[in-house]
């Protein structure tokens, strides 16, 4: 969208679907006090086959690539300095995305302390650049820079494909409002600090990504905007000369501690599928010295490398968002069903009714209408991944056949011994 006024709408927007979302999950996670996210919530709703294709998508497909993703927004921003002028090289790029995935897997496979102090360094430091980017586009409003925002809807052209493909790119960068859901067995009272943490963490990041696009939109038309290789590195170029290398600096920090936490709660939802039976069993194991769910992690960071080779930025998030939305939905609809046919869980949080539906129905447009408008081929790709998993469904875990089971026990105790890992029960206190 080629236009401030609908830029900043859609940022908006992105930020009230991501809290009705997030006040959905937090029904659901006050009720089914599982970790796993999405997976303990459609076994109970609907069986074990969409708990497993989501397991598989999620594994696959939805965390591998937003991992993918940060990283290679990460090694963006990290090379864009050395390449003042041009686009950097994409064999810098990948490279230094796929050290950044080696480094935040290791970090999590070795420590969970490591990897929360990790986590507590970059999203101070993420904090700091937001403060700084905010400050400046205060100042800059304050002095009269305001062109930009002159006649803000001028030239806007609007289609439902276009509108798909935007909120892709916003909620894209909203996505991690479910992630205390993949954690709710390790949160000290969940019942209290889950909702809290969303409803004061969306509302507040909501605020964070309109004020830097609105701090952005001082210095940058949204035409330049949209063609920077690295937009917070523009705008410091712009604004904090010669102090425009903390920008990159920080922004590195912030992408290293996203991914960071999402290879936290990605290595949980693949050790509780494994638990359940639904993976590999030796994914659900833990080391038996870091007592961290190692295997889980180390597969998740191999998936995520391969993503890297082949993948950009834009197809990964297309390809991400269609796969995550198509699930978010169908677990929101689940809440719906479970209105009915669970009348007995406990619930201490409930929500409107209306907000569930809401979601659900704006999940189906999220899906369908950038198929309908604008076809891709990572969206087929997507969808033959995704069913595939039913193969594995019925020779791993349906029918067991005896041939399948003879390929993976020996698998599994080879990597058990391996990586000196067993299962959760087995851990030492």
């Given at each position: 969208m080629e236009a401030v006024g609908p830029c900043l709408i859609v940022w908006a927007a992105c930020g009230i679907l991501a809290t009705l979302g997030a006040l959905c999950f937090a029904e659901l996670g006050t009720m089914i006090t599982k970790s796993g996210g999405e997976y303990p919530y459609l076994m109970e709703a609907f069986g074990p086959i969409p708990a497993y294709l989501f397991s598989w998508t999620s594994l696959f497909v939805i965390k591998p690539s937003s991992f993918a993703i940060i990283c290679l927004s990460f090694?963006?921003?990290?090379?864009?300095?050395?390449?003042?002028?041009?686009?950097?090289?994409?064999v810098v790029i990948k490279l230094l995305a796929a050290a950044a995935i080696l480094l935040i897997t290791t970090v999590n496979a070795l420590s969970v302390r490591l990897g929360s102090y990790v986590q507590n360094v970059f999203t101070a430091a993420?904090?700091?650049i937001v403060v700084v980017i905010i400050i400046s586009g205060i100042v800059l409003l304050?002095?009269?820079?305001t062109r930009n925002f002159e006649n803000s809807f001028e030239g806007t052209k609007l289609s439902l494909g276009a509108?798909?493909?935007?909120?892709?790119?916003?909620?894209?960068?909203y996505d991690g409002w479910n992630q205390l859901n993949y954690i709710t067995e390790e949160l000290r009272n969940p019942f209290r600090n889950l909702p809290l943490g969303i409803i004061i963490g969306i509302p507040l990041v909501t605020g964070c990504y309109i004020l830097m696009n609105v701090s952005y939109f001082t210095v940058m038309t949204a035409t330049e905007l949209l063609q920077s290789q690295a937009v917070a590195v523009t705008f410091g170029d712009r604004v904090l000369y010669p102090a425009s290398w903390v920008v990159p600096l920080f922004v590195a920090f912030s992408t290293l501690g996203a991914a960071n936490g999402t290879c936290f709660t990605a290595g949980r939802l693949v050790y509780v599928a494994g638990r359940e039976g639904h993976m590999l069993k030796v994914l659900s194991y833990v080391s038996v010295k870091r007592l961290t769910p190692a295997p889980a992690i180390i597969f998740y960071g191999i998936i995520a490398i391969i993503y890297i080779i082949p993948g950009d930025i834009n197809s990964l998030v297309n390809y991400f968002s269609f796969a995550a939305w198509l699930f978010y939905g169908l677990t929101i609809f689940g809440l719906v069903v479970m209105r009915f046919t669970r009348k007995e869980l406990k619930r201490p949080i409930k929500v409107p009714i209306f907000i569930p539906i809401l979601v659900t129905l704006l999940s189906v447009f999220l899906v369908l209408a950038p198929i309908i408008s604008q076809p891709a081929w990572e969206y087929l790709y997507c969808v033959l991944f995704m069913l595939s998993?039913?193969?594995?469904?019925?020779?791993?875990?349906y029918y067991k056949f005896g041939w399948a089971q003879k390929i993976s026990k020996p698998l599994t105790m080879h990597l058990q011994m391996l990586m000196e890992v067993v299962p959760a029960e087995e851990a030492p206190e």
């Open positions: 090694s963006e921003y990290v090379s864009a300095p050395f390449y003042s002028g041009c686009n950097p090289p994409q993420k904090m700091v304050a002095q009269g820079n509108i798909g493909l935007a909120f892709y790119n916003g909620l894209w960068a998993g039913l193969i594995f469904y019925f020779l791993f875990v």
